[in-house]
């Protein structure tokens, strides 16, 4: 398990993992504005 948490250390496993959090958080926020833009007009 040691071993694996080092492989992270390099620039293309934690880049990958970044982008798939980056895009999570953005579909996340994406959803709570189109929410908010409805309910903002009343």
């Known amino acids: 398990?040691?071993?694996?948490?080092?492989?992270v250390a390099e620039p293309?496993?934690?880049?990958s993992e970044y982008f798939d959090f980056?895009?999570?958080d953005n579909d996340f926020q994406f959803l709570d504005v189109g929410r908010f833009d409805?309910?903002?007009k009343e």
Not at 1 to 7: L, T
């Open 1 to 7: 398990m040691g071993r694996k948490r080092k492989s």
């Open 12 to 15: 293309n496993n934690p880049r």
């Open 22 to 24: 980056k895009e999570i």
């Open 38 to 40: 409805p309910q903002k």
